[in-house]
Each structure stands twice: as structure tokens, then as C-alpha cells.
Antibody
Framework: EVQLLESGGGLVQPGGSLRLSCAAS????????MNWVRQAPGKRLEWVSV????????SYADSVKGRFTISRDNSKNTLYLQINSLKPDDTAVYHC?????????????????WGRGTLVTVSS | DIQMTQSPSTLSASVGDRVTITCRAS??????LAWYQQKPGKAPKLLIY???NLEIGVSSRFSGSGSGTEFTLTISSLQPDDIATYHC?????????FGQGTKVEIK
């Protein structure tokens, strides 16, 4: 059974940083691209970032480019999101989501498994 | 960015009713559309991909149709377990944008 479990969220002041983690199990982690998707309160889901199965390639939504860094450790089956220079608009539940396509390359695709998410609140 | 608009935003129906949710794209996305079900506090669940392909293990009460700019998700016979918010997502462009969600309630 595929499981994705996020952690690392919390309350942080504007300008602060956090590192989110997503522990994956139930599939060959390195065979799939992985994504972060967030949902601010009362807003629609927003794709944030994707990383290839090897970790060599990544891309970001314009709204987070330059502030967020996605990475992965395939030996630990764990996905990360380093979020810096946090703004109140970054307040959201952050979900990790597995890409559908086997092979690990980055494609524009849907997501077949998601985690429940971890809440990041940016407030002074 | 491609904008995705769902209608209605909220839907109230009786058990056994046929329910249809519409998702419109601001430009053609071919069949690059997915539908997700999300219950409060839970992870979103993939229901449909490529507009009309039912994900393995999903009830056959769910079906998807459409191409280009207009898509529908249909629940053939609404059940209490279907109470959730449903999201469409386009994956034809870099931004991978979502609709605003449709909340389905039991009347």
C-alpha cells in the first residue's frame, strides 16, 4: 500500500524558514517524480514543485521560485521542501504527491497518491 | 496560465441521485484532465485521469467525459460515502492548475 506522510509544518514568523519532509512507502521511490501541492485556507489547490526520480531535475511554480527548494533522498525514501523567506500568503496545507508516470522523468501529469498534508502558518 | 472553473461550487442531492460536476478550461487542454475526491482532513484521491479513465479501485459509479475545454464528472447514484469536495486539474501546461472545488452534500 502506497503511503505518503508529511511532517515539519508549524507556526513561523514572516521571513522565517521551514523544512518539510514526506516519508514514502509502498512503491519504488526512485522510479517516480514527486511533487508538492499546497492549499491555502479557502483557496484552490496549487501545484508548487516537482523533482525527478533521480533528483537531478526540478521545477517550480512562479509564486515560489527562488524561495523554495525541493530535494529528495532516495536512500531514505524521503522528499523534502525547504521553504525560505516565508510570507503570510504561504500559509497553507502542504501535500506531497506522487507522479503517475513510471520512469522518474519530469512530465506534466496528474498525481495518483497524495499525503494528508502538513500545515504551515506564517504569522507574527 | 490556464484557468479552470468548476460548477457548481456546492451541490446538494439525495442518495441515489445522478450528480454531474462541470469543469471548464480557459483554453484547450486536449484530454489532460484529472478528477480528485477529497474528504475533510484526508488526502486527495485520484478518481479519473486523461478525462475519462477510471483509476484502478475506484467505484464504477464515477465516470468522466469531455475534451478540449469542457469536462464532466458524473456520479451515477450518489452514496453517503461520496460526500466530499471534488477537484479537477489540468496537466496540459506547466502550471498544472486546479479548479476551485465542488462540495457535494446530501440533501
Amino acid at each position: 500500500e502506497v503511503q505518503l506522510l508529511e511532517s515539519g509544518g508549524g507556526l513561523v514568523q514572516p521571513g522565517g524558514s521551514l523544512r518539510l519532509s514526506c516519508a514514502a512507502s509502498g512503491f519504488t521511490f526512485s522510479d517516480y517524480a514527486m511533487n508538492w501541492v499546497r492549499q491555502a485556507p479557502g483557496k484552490r489547490l496549487e501545484w508548487v514543485s516537482v523533482i525527478s526520480g533521480s533528483g537531478a531535475d526540478s521545477s517550480y511554480a512562479d509564486s515560489v521560485k527562488g524561495r523554495f527548494t525541493i530535494s529528495r533522498d532516495n536512500s531514505k525514501n524521503t522528499l523534502y521542501l525547504q521553504i525560505n523567506s516565508l510570507k503570510p500568503d504561504d500559509t497553507a496545507v502542504y501535500h506531497c504527491a506522487k507522479g503517475i508516470t513510471w520512469g522518474g522523468v519530469i512530465v506534466i501529469e496528474g498525481f495518483d497518491y497524495w499525503g494528508r498534508g502538513t500545515l504551515v502558518t506564517v504569522s507574527s | 496560465d490556464i484557468q479552470m472553473t468548476q460548477s457548481p461550487s456546492t451541490l446538494s442531492a439525495s442518495v441515489g441521485d445522478r450528480v454531474t460536476i462541470t469543469c471548464r478550461a480557459s483554453q484547450s487542454i486536449s484530454s489532460s484532465l484529472a478528477w480528485y475526491q477529497q474528504k475533510p482532513g484526508k488526502a486527495p484521491k485520484l478518481l479519473i485521469y486523461k478525462a475519462s479513465n477510471l483509476e484502478i479501485g475506484v467505484s464504477s459509479r464515477f465516470s468522466g467525459s469531455g475534451s478540449g475545454t469542457e469536462f464532466t464528472l458524473t456520479i451515477s447514484s450518489l452514496q453517503p460515502d461520496d460526500i466530499a469536495t471534488y477537484h479537477c486539474q489540468q496537466y496540459n501546461s506547466y502550471s498544472r492548475t486546479f479548479g476551485q472545488g465542488t462540495k457535494v452534500e446530501i440533501k
